[in-house]
């Protein structure tokens, strides 16, 4: 079973929706949860941080649920620019972070 | 200029060629890191280093070495290249635990890397 498990989409959203995106991760040890983003052949660039309290960065929102090993983004206002493939990241020990295969995102006009 | 860069951005090699891949940072960041991506696979870690005289394997080190040869420099060899390592390599970087961007990692743009 793969450490990090995401949909991988691709979820097609017009202008404007909201959109959710989840991710489940098996080590109940794990330490730090992020959100990456990635452009078509390009790298991965850090989102967010997601915090046990629930952080949000303008339209986005970042959810942890460390009970059920679950966390989540969503993204309100959905712009064009959105459209990328997400990644969600689990940091076991200090260093080594573990990505899930990723959600693809398409915001059509 | 960018703070994560790496050469070559794309190289198409043969079965059986060693090939290196290089990785160098302004970040200052002690922390540095090589990864693959293959469709369908995500981002697996394959050696990291945390500092001149300190490299580790990450989950998929087999076929690959790497190099630490300055802070600022990190490269990754297949010594002798099969197709299956045919996939897109990145470097990455970190700064130290309770660092101003603590735990976030800091990707080059990536090689892409064809062995036939």
């Known amino acids: 079973r793969k450490e990090v498990e995401q949909d991988p989409g691709p979820f097609n959203v017009p202008e404007g929706a909201t959109v959710a995106f989840n991710c489940t991760y098996s080590?109940?040890?794990?330490?730090?949860f992020f959100w990456y983003r990635q452009d078509c052949r390009k790298e991965p660039k850090l989102l967010m941080s997601v915090y046990s309290s629930g952080n949000e960065d303008g339209r986005f929102t970042a959810q942890l649920n460390r009970a059920s090993q679950y966390i989540s983004l969503l993204i309100r206002d959905s712009k064009l620019s959105d459209s990328a493939t997400y990644l969600c990241?689990?940091?076991?020990?200090?260093?080594?972070?573990?990505f899930g295969k990723g959600t693809s995102l398409l915001v059509t006009p | 200029d960018a703070d994560v860069t790496q050469t070559p951005r794309n190289r198409i090699t043969k079965t059986g060629k060693r090939i290196m891949l290089e990785c160098s940072q302004t970040?200052?960041?002690?922390?540095m890191y090589w990864y693959r991506q293959d469709p369908g696979l995500g981002l697996r870690l394959i050696y990291y280093?945390?500092?001149?005289?300190?490299?580790n394997k990450g989950e998929i080190s087999d076929g690959y070495s790497v190099s630490r040869q300055a802070q600022a420099k990190f490269s990754l060899s297949l010594e002798s290249a099969i197709p299956n390592q045919t996939a897109l390599y990145f470097c990455?970087?970190?700064?130290?635990?309770?660092?101003?961007?603590?735990?976030?990692?800091?990707f080059g743009p990536g090689t892409r890397l064809t062995v036939l």
């Open positions: 970040k200052g960041h002690d922390r």
């Open positions: 280093s945390f500092d001149v005289k300190d490299i």
């Open positions: 990241v689990v940091m076991n020990s200090g260093y080594a972070l573990n």
């Open positions: 080590n109940s040890a794990s330490q730090s």
């Open positions: 990455a970087t970190s700064d130290l635990p309770g660092g101003l961007t603590d735990n976030e990692q800091f």
